[in-house]
């Protein structure tokens, strides 16, 4: 509810008033260039023409996570008096997901916004968010611990700007949609050291919307 909320708020600031709106959503697939595979999601968007062949959008995407191995880290015994031995190594993974938050200009061509068949293309700006995890395989934790001040998780804020192209075919009962999109970070915040030093990051995104919209007023 957070994050339809803050969608909700984002359309209302980048979009003029209008008295026509158009709202859906539909399934994305996230590809980040040279890093792991393809992130699946969902979307949801706001639409508000100015025009028949001019629009304003806000668009929020989700995404499941995903995760790699991340080499190795060594626990150390709680009680090095007690325990043998007193170092262990064991496999670490990590895992990563987007949440995504954009909005732009749409340019409509052939029979435009309201009708029929068309494609369009624009730019957009995107506020990026990823959450990193760092786990272990399983260990006694009454024998052994993590070393003290080590981080398993971090966050990292992004900044994008975007292009974008698409097709879609109004009808009768609605609009269904096809577009892709490709973004570049211009500014990455990384929370911590487990943010900084990942290998699942990627300052380039290919993203695949399918989807279905109806204007409600």
């Known amino acids: 509810m957070k994050k339809i909320f803050s969608l909700l708020i984002f359309a209302g600031l980048v979009i003029p008033a209008s008295a ?62 007690v325990t043998f031995p007193v170092i262990q190594v064991i496999n670490k993974m990590e895992t990563f997901n987007y949440t995504t938050l954009e909005g732009g200009r749409r340019y409509y ?21 990823n959450r990193v995890t760092q786990s272990t395989d399983a260990f006694d934790d009454t024998k052994y611990r993590l070393p003290d001040g080590a ?12 292009l974008s192209g698409g097709v879609k075919n ?22 911590n050291s487990v943010a900084q030093n990942t290998g699942m990051y990627s300052p380039l995104l290919f993203t695949f919307s399918l989807g279905y919209k109806k204007d409600i007023f």
């Open 20 to 81: 026509q709106v158009a709202v859906g959503g539909g399934a994305s697939l996230l590809k980040s260039f040279g890093s792991t595979p393809a992130y699946g999601g969902m979307h949801l968007l706001v639409e508000v023409p100015t025009d028949d062949q001019t629009s304003y959008y806000g668009k929020l995407g989700i995404f499941l996570k995903n995760k790699q191995d991340d080499g190795t880290v060594s626990v150390e015994a709680i009680d090095p008096s």
């Open 109 to 129: 061509f052939g029979n435009g916004y309201d009708y029929g068949f068309s494609a369009y293309g624009g730019t957009h700006f995107m506020l990026a968010f």
């Open 170 to 191: 109004t009808f009768t009962f609605g609009t269904l949609y096809f577009d892709v999109s490709l973004d570049y970070f211009l500014a990455s915040i990384p929370s």
């Open 151 to 162: 981080e398993t998780q971090g966050n990292i804020f992004n900044l994008a700007l975007g």
